[in-house]
């Protein structure tokens, strides 16, 4: 990454940066420090001067790199729609489409976001500049942030002016840039174990810090509360920091489709989550009443109801994931018996129903119903695609009736489809052991919170038991070697608690970060790991009772 593509990403020179940008950002960085050392001089000393001090690094450090994360960002999401853009310019170009007309047809798709504007550039060189495309390609390379797509526009430059045949220059390149995705993908699921030992490291070490500022009050005096508050802040703040890092490291692959249309399963879906709040209040009114269950037990239970919108999201997402490992068969055998027949696609989907494709089977008659009853083709292909419920099917499903609207040859069409939307599900098949693999680390790590820290609160409480009841020597009180008076157990007891509940909240929208499911999907980790937070925090303070002679 470089500053001049990113400046000229930004469309700014680096003078109008640093004037409109920059300089504001850092100026208002010092003149804020100086103001909190000028307002509040007693409130940082000693090692507290430093935040005021560090208030102006940030901002600088902020506005050197912020050009570079724009950049890496449009660089990122260029790159995880590189696989769909290949494969349509391989499936256009079989109609025998013009080169320029290839251009204009894949820069009008609007799910391609930065890429379409990229290769809108290239369109509009080549219409109002006058360029040659390969001029065009290479003019856009030099300054396009994706170093996969750099490449390609050089590749497609030198196969132009050298005289290569379009329609066979993009099919050599599916396998090379999906080679390229591939690596791409595999790259970010090494760095997904990277950042699993990373968040152990990091969560061992915020264990460690909340069991010290649980015990030193009763050395040092200090505020017990106060320790706490701060703890609890600086562990969910963490968990936040490494949850937006997953984020900005995980290939952007969804499951799920973004389709606009309410299907059977979107309904299935939105109908649970009232039910799973109903079922919330009233166990929670249950709770109330009864009153003599443990608070971390009952807060458990209060949110155990919401395991059903995640056990619906879990049914659904499951089942599309089904239909996406049948489609590549299913366009497969479709182009190849739409092939057979003159292109006529309807004849196709007609002889194709005889066969099985698992979950896949119901959609593919209801399309075929679509057809025939004369509907849009591309309405009926499009509600299809979202009842299906996938992405990827919604994506490539798209590609295909577009390629053979233009006169396309549906049996190269359907098998470049095919092997191309193979080879992504065999990624996400590395992704899900991925993400399986984390699940099990994140429950056994809130496991061993929970234990650690609800220790620390059972030493302090015997602690305080023992030494209130000891009498002193006259002259001599029991803060000149210990403090009893921390605080409120109790209160400790819930911040400890909070602490788990969010930690567990974070743990569980970072396995669904990881898997690429949806959010909703993650309310069932959620709850699993809250009743290991109680679970624990129960058998802890009995353990701990028990040892010492309290129970």
């Known amino acids: ?46 090692t507290t001067k430093l935040v005021p001090v560090l208030i102006p690094i940030v901002c600088v450090a902020f506005a050197l790199s912020y050009p570079l994360s724009i950049l890496a960002g449009k660089a990122s999401r260029i ?3 590189m696989h769909y853009y290949i494969t349509q310019m391989g499936s256009i170009a079989t109609a025998e489409t013009p080169r320029i007309d290839i251009i204009r047809i894949v820069s009008e798709n609007e799910d391609y976001q930065e890429l379409a504007e990229e290769t809108r550039k290239i369109y509009d060189l080549v219409t109002v500049w006058h360029l040659s495309l390969a001029d065009a390609c290479r003019f856009t390379s030099k300054r396009t942030p994706s170093i996969i797509f750099e490449d390609f526009l050089d590749r497609f430059a030198h196969a132009l002016q050298s005289g290569e045949d379009v329609k ?16 791409m993908y595999n790259g970010a699921l090494y760095t997904v174990e990277v950042i699993k030992e990373l968040f152990v490291s990091l969560i061992m070490s915020l264990i460690f810090m909340a069991s010290f500022a649980v015990i030193m009050p009763v050395i040092t005096g200090m505020n017990a509360e106060l320790l706490m508050g701060v703890v609890v802040l600086i562990f969910l703040v963490t968990d936040l920091v490494m949850l937006m890092f997953t984020k900005s490291k995980i290939p952007k692959d969804p499951a799920w489709s973004h389709s606009k249309n309410v299907t059977e399963n979107k309904l299935k879906l939105y109908r649970s989550i009232p039910i799973s709040i109903a079922g919330c ?27 059903y919108t995640g056990h619906v ?38 002889a194709l129903r005889a066969h099985d494709f698992g979950p896949l089977t119901k959609d593919v008659n209801n399309l075929y119903k679509m057809l025939v009853t004369r509907i849009n083709k591309f309405s009926s292909w499009e509600y299809f695609a979202a009842n299906t419920g996938s992405n990827l099917i919604q994506r490539f499903s798209g590609m295909f009736v577009q390629a053979t609207n233009l006169g396309g040859q549906p049996e190269v069409i359907g098998d470049i489809i095919a092997t191309n ?4 599900v065999t990624l996400r098949k590395k ?9 099990g680390v994140l429950y056994g790590l809130t496991g061993g919170i929970g234990f650690t820290m609800y220790i620390s609160l059972g030493v302090v409480g015997l602690m305080q038991e023992m030494f209130t009841s000891v009498e002193m020597p006259a002259g001599m009180s029991m803060g000149m070697i210990l403090y009893t008076n921390v605080g409120s157990i109790d209160t400790l007891s819930n911040m400890v608690l909070a602490i788990m509940v ?21 309310t069932t980790d959620f709850v699993i790991m809250v009743w290991i937070s109680g679970a624990s925090a129960v058998v802890t303070m009995a353990g701990v009772s028990s040892l010492l002679g309290l129970a």
């Open 79 to 81: 790159d995880n729609n």
């Open 1 to 46: 990454m470089s500053y001049e593509k990113a400046f000229k990403n930004l469309g700014m020179e680096p003078k109008d940066y640093a004037r409109k940008f920059a300089i504001p950002i850092i100026a208002f960085g010092f003149i804020f420090s100086i103001l909190l050392f000028a307002v509040l001089p007693t409130l940082f000393t000693g």
């Open 431 to 439: 992704r899900s052991q991925s993400s399986g693999s984390l699940v």
């Open 421 to 424: 939307f193979h080879r992504i």
């Open 168 to 183: 066979t220059f993009l099919f050599a390149e599916q396998n090379v840039v999906m080679n390229e995705y591939e690596a």
């Open 281 to 307: 209040i009233v166990v929670l009114i249950i709770v109330l009443l009864y009153g003599k269950i443990e608070t971390s037990i009952a807060v458990a239970m209060v949110l155990t109801p919401l395991m």
């Open 502 to 522: 969010g930690h567990s909240l974070m743990s569980a929208l970072l396995i669904r970060i990881v898997d690429g499911g949806h959010m909703l999907s993650a």
């Open 313 to 350: 999201s879990r049914q659904i997402e499951k089942a599309i994931r089904r239909k996406d490992e049948n489609f590549p068969a299913f366009i497969r055998s479709l182009g190849s018996s739409a092939g057979a027949r003159g292109g006529v696609i309807d004849d196709a989907l007609k």
